[in-house]
């Protein structure tokens, strides 16, 4: 009966959208320019229009768009950090149906966006779009191989990158404002690249020697976090304060060198109001909440200079302009930083909103969401329905007449909203939606009630937290998010967590998709390695000498032997037993509740060793420092990513012949060659850090 309703309530979901589709066909042949300005760490309580203390930071630029257009009082990034809700902008799909399952792209990270997936600009191009990436992008350059040691190599050609995704040109900040490249990438290049992997008789462009915008260094002061050096790039460096006046001068440049008769989409991405804060000097000091209201007031002048362009050129009245931002603002009163600073001057950076940048409240994910096209969306409007920074590509599918894919191939969790820009009476796209913390946890949003499931991403550590609960809360009662309502609710609960679940699992949730039952994980069943015995032990009890436990907790529990860090972070609970063979093979089973494990293998003279390192997400194998090398010399020998459950026992086999050592961990196996690894292997270290991990029959042969 309850798969009836689903199906009934697809079935009037997709009747309904026809309709409306059907009933603006009109404005896709318009094709406007699209511009679409997504700001960076921006809460919903940082804009005039949004309720912000006009006595401490003046927004007039993003007033006037409200003004001209229409706001929204509902929208919500799909997860609250960065990348993800980047990824999830240009292709209708939830990030963590990838293998980012939290956290954020690192600054080597590969390109995240598949080549040939359905995205924003590839969709646009088809249809005689000019396209562009303008600003902090975030996404990843270049394709990763087997290498342990690989990473992005921003001294050589930087594909497959916007360029191989639909983008016609790409002027881009790497990762973070304050990251560690210090320079700009131009389409393939880092801008102004004297010395790299350069093709033969190619010049890379680059700015002129007094160009204010450039200094030759890059210093460890201009980064985010003052703590790790710079790359060495034989290239132009940013200037921090001038980073949000040139790339509001670059799009602008792009804007004016369009055609008149051909469509563009501006994908502008402000670096502001993400850290470092950086105002440049004209600006600096003209807001009472301190550096933070100033930095808010450049991005402000940054939405007038696109603003700005459009009106030189003539071409505002054929655009729309779509500002949001990528998450909540930063909210952590507790810690001194220009967030804190404005706040107590009472500025309330998400306004009454819970929480702020990476967690699961309500500041992590609500932003706002500013539309203007003139003539199409009814001006100084307001609208309340529950929208996700997914729809923008369905929508925009929708205005240039582009059918989309099944659900389940591409744009798998859009939802066409033309109908709430355009302000026409229909009824709302989405009835629900999912949201994904910093940490991984899920939350599913239906009407005013917001389930939060509670768990963790596989590797993250269970900190004591609200968040790491399962709760139900009435965001209509309790905009605060201060109650758990579940007790009182058990049939929300229900309904909601089985939503969740299914759209999770089924692939998609631009449409209800089937119900599929999770698979139990697949575990290999390994046979055992013949040869000698060396060490065998089952682990049903703490094993007694020549075994011995510290650093940590160690006890015996159904069956196997468990570890727990405990102290500080990175020492990790030590079992130890001495061995001694050359070659052979040690097997061992291990299962993972919320830690991490790294085998400590000593071996040949004195104190070298090297190490597999196994967790949820990764299988590593990785030589040591040798004794008097800093800590940080490790060698990286082979890697791979894995998928392990919590709770599940999986096989562990290591093989040492000769120089070479290969690791399987379930169905996954690595080799890494070196000379210390063909010596005497003297101790084992079954090492445990963060939470719970087990071990048990334990088994060595030569």
Same mark, same amino acid.
């Not at 990034?77 to 993800?84: A, M, N, Y």
């Not at 880092?190 to 680059?206: D, E, F, T």
């Not at 409240?361 to 969306?377: H, M, N, S, T």
């Not at 270290?685 to 087990?694: R, S």
């Given at each position: 009966?309850?798969?009836?309703?689903?199906?009934?309530?697809?079935?009037?979901?997709?009747?309904?959208?026809?309709?409306?589709?059907?009933?603006?066909?009109?404005?896709?042949?318009?094709?406007?320019?699209?511009?679409?300005?997504?700001?960076?760490?921006?809460?919903?309580?940082?804009?005039?229009?949004?309720?912000?203390?006009?006595?401490?930071?003046?927004?007039?630029?993003?007033?006037?768009?409200?003004?001209?257009?229409?706001?929204?009082?509902?929208?919500?990034?799909?997860?609250?950090?960065?990348?993800?809700?980047?990824?999830?902008?240009?292709?209708?799909?939830?990030?963590?149906?990838?293998?980012?399952?939290?956290?954020?792209?690192?600054?080597?990270?590969?390109?995240?966006?598949?080549?040939?997936?359905?995205?924003?600009?590839?969709?646009?191009?088809?249809?005689?779009?000019?396209?562009?990436?303008?600003?902090?992008?975030?996404?990843?350059?270049?394709?990763?191989?087997?290498?342990?040691?690989?990473?992005?190599?921003?001294?050589?050609?930087?594909?497959?990158?916007?360029?191989?995704?639909?983008?016609?040109?790409?002027?881009?900040?790497?990762?973070?404002?304050?990251?560690?490249?210090?320079?700009?990438?131009?389409?393939?290049?880092?801008?102004?690249?004297?010395?790299?992997?350069?093709?033969?008789?190619?010049?890379?462009?680059?700015?002129?020697?007094?160009?204010?915008?450039?200094?030759?260094?890059?210093?460890?002061?201009?980064?985010?976090?003052?703590?790790?050096?710079?790359?060495?790039?034989?290239?132009?460096?940013?200037?921090?304060?001038?980073?949000?006046?040139?790339?509001?001068?670059?799009?602008?440049?792009?804007?004016?060198?369009?055609?008149?008769?051909?469509?563009?989409?501006?994908?502008?991405?402000?670096?502001?109001?993400?850290?470092?804060?950086?105002?440049?000097?004209?600006?600096?000091?003209?807001?009472?909440? @301190?550096?933070?209201?100033?930095?808010?007031? =450049?991005?402000?002048?940054?939405?007038?200079? $696109? #603003?700005? +362009? /459009?009106?030189? %050129?003539?071409?505002?009245?054929?655009?729309?302009?779509?500002?949001?931002?990528?998450?909540?603002?930063?909210?952590?009163?507790?810690?001194?930083?220009?967030?804190?600073?404005?706040?107590?001057?009472?500025?309330?950076?998400?306004?009454?909103?819970?929480?702020?940048?990476?967690?699961?409240?309500?500041?992590?994910?609500?932003?706002?969401?500013?539309?203007?096209?003139?003539?199409?969306?009814?001006?100084?409007?307001?609208?309340?329905?529950?929208?996700?920074?997914?729809?923008?590509?369905?929508?925009?599918?929708?205005?240039? @007449?582009?059918?989309?894919?099944?659900?389940? =191939?591409?744009?798998?969790?859009?939802?066409? $909203? #033309?109908? +709430? /820009?355009?302000? %026409?009476?229909?009824?709302?796209?989405?009835?629900?939606?999912?949201?994904?913390?910093?940490?991984?946890?899920?939350?599913?949003?239906?009407?005013?009630?917001?389930?939060?499931?509670?768990?963790?991403?596989?590797?993250?550590?269970?900190?004591?937290?609200?968040?790491?609960?399962?709760?139900?809360?009435?965001?209509?009662?309790?905009?605060?998010?201060?109650?758990?309502?579940?007790?009182?609710?058990?049939?929300?609960?229900?309904?909601?967590?089985?939503?969740?679940?299914?759209?999770?699992?089924?692939?998609?949730?631009?449409?209800?998709?089937?119900?599929?039952?999770?698979?139990?994980?697949?575990?290999?069943?390994?046979?055992?390695?013949?040869?000698?015995?060396?060490?065998?032990?089952?682990?049903?009890?703490?094993?007694?000498?020549?075994?011995?436990?510290?650093?940590?907790?160690?006890?015996?529990?159904?069956?196997?032997?468990?570890?727990?860090?405990?102290?500080?972070?990175?020492?990790?609970?030590?079992?130890?037993?001495?061995?001694?063979?050359?070659?052979?093979?040690?097997?061992?089973?291990?299962?993972?509740?919320?830690?991490?494990?790294?085998?400590?293998?000593?071996?040949?003279?004195?104190?070298?060793?090297?190490?597999?390192?196994?967790?949820?997400?990764?299988?590593?194998?990785?030589?040591?420092?040798?004794?008097?090398?800093?800590?940080?010399?490790?060698?990286?020998?082979?890697?791979?990513?894995?998928?392990?459950?919590?709770g599940v026992w999986y096989p562990v086999r290591i093989t040492f012949k000769g120089n070479q050592t290969t690791v399987q961990v379930n169905e996954t196996i690595l080799s890494g060659t070196h000379e210390l690894l063909g010596m005497e292997k003297k101790v084992l270290n079954f090492l445990v850090f963060g939470d719970k991990a087990g071990f048990k029959n334990v088994r060595l042969v030569k």
């Amino acid at each position: 009966m309850k798969s009836d309703t689903w199906r009934f309530q697809g079935l009037m979901k997709t009747l309904l959208a026809i309709l409306c589709l059907a009933g603006l066909t009109a404005f896709a042949a318009d094709r406007p320019n699209i511009i679409v300005i997504l700001s960076d760490d921006y809460g919903y309580g940082s804009v005039g229009c949004y309720g912000a203390d006009g006595k401490l930071i003046q927004t007039p630029n993003l007033d006037r768009l409200a003004k001209e257009g229409r706001r929204f009082t509902d929208a919500n990034t799909t997860s609250s950090v960065c990348s993800p809700t980047r990824y999830s902008v240009i292709t209708g799909r939830y990030c963590w149906r990838t293998s980012e399952k939290h956290g954020v792209l690192g600054m080597f990270s590969p390109l995240h966006i598949e080549t040939t997936r359905l995205n924003m600009a590839s969709l646009l191009k088809k249809q005689g779009y000019s396209t562009a990436a303008i600003g902090k992008w975030h996404l990843g350059y270049g394709k990763a191989d087997e290498s342990p040691a690989w990473r992005t190599d921003y001294a050589a050609e930087l594909s497959p990158g916007p360029l191989d995704i639909g983008f016609d040109y790409h002027f881009g900040v790497p990762a973070n404002h304050g990251d560690l490249t210090g320079v700009y990438v131009e389409n393939r290049f880092v801008y102004g690249l004297r010395n790299g992997k350069i093709p033969a008789h190619m010049k890379i462009s680059g700015p002129d020697r007094d160009n204010p915008n450039f200094k030759a260094t890059y210093t460890i002061e201009d980064t985010e976090s003052h703590k790790n050096e710079p790359l060495d790039l034989d290239a132009p460096h940013r200037v921090n304060e001038r980073v949000m006046p040139y790339l509001t001068e670059k799009s602008a440049e792009w804007i004016k060198a369009q055609k008149k008769d051909t469509p563009f989409f501006l994908y502008y991405t402000p670096v502001a109001v993400h850290n470092p804060v950086t105002p440049d000097k004209d600006i600096a000091g003209t807001s009472k909440a @301190g550096p933070y209201g100033d930095w808010i007031h =450049e991005l402000d002048r940054s939405v007038g200079g $696109i #603003l700005a +362009a /459009l009106d030189e %050129k003539g071409i505002a009245d054929n655009t729309l302009i779509i500002f949001t931002a990528d998450n909540g603002g930063v909210f952590h009163p507790e810690r001194e930083m220009p967030q804190t600073v404005a706040y107590k001057a009472g500025l309330k950076v998400n306004g009454d909103l819970r929480g702020g940048k990476h967690t699961v409240w309500e500041g992590g994910f609500k932003v706002p969401f500013i539309a203007r096209w003139p003539g199409k969306i009814p001006a100084g409007t307001v609208c309340d329905e529950m929208v996700s920074l997914a729809d923008i590509l369905a929508t925009t599918a929708a205005i240039v @007449g582009e059918k989309l894919p099944a659900a389940g =191939e591409a744009a798998e969790d859009s939802y066409n $909203i #033309l109908p +709430a /820009l355009l302000g %026409k009476e229909a009824p709302a796209a989405r009835s629900d939606m999912i949201i994904h913390s910093s940490d991984g946890v899920y939350a599913v949003r239906k009407g005013s009630w917001k389930w939060i499931e509670g768990v963790p991403a596989e590797g993250i550590k269970r900190k004591k937290s609200d968040e790491f609960a399962p709760r139900l809360i009435n965001l209509k009662d309790d905009p605060a998010e201060t109650k758990d309502v579940s007790a009182e609710n058990p049939e929300v609960v229900k309904e909601l967590s089985t939503l969740l679940v299914r759209y999770r699992n089924g692939g998609y949730s631009r449409e209800m998709p089937p119900f599929i039952e999770k698979m139990m994980p697949k575990v290999a069943e390994l046979t055992k390695a013949e040869g000698s015995v060396i060490l065998e032990e089952s682990l049903v009890s703490l094993p007694e000498k020549p075994w011995t436990a510290s650093k940590g907790a160690w006890k015996a529990e159904d069956g196997a032997v468990w570890g727990v860090q405990k102290g500080a972070k990175g020492t990790g609970a030590n079992l130890r037993v001495p061995v001694g063979v050359t070659d052979g093979v040690l097997e061992y089973q291990i299962q993972f509740q919320g830690g991490r494990h790294s085998l400590r293998i000593e071996a040949g003279e004195g104190k070298q060793s090297f190490r597999v390192e196994i967790s949820a997400t990764q299988v590593g194998l990785t030589k040591n420092p040798a004794p008097g090398e800093p800590r940080d010399q490790i060698l990286p020998l082979a890697r791979k990513a894995v998928e392990l459950e919590t709770g599940v026992w999986y096989p562990v086999r290591i093989t040492f012949k000769g120089n070479q050592t290969t690791v399987q961990v379930n169905e996954t196996i690595l080799s890494g060659t070196h000379e210390l690894l063909g010596m005497e292997k003297k101790v084992l270290n079954f090492l445990v850090f963060g939470d719970k991990a087990g071990f048990k029959n334990v088994r060595l042969v030569k």
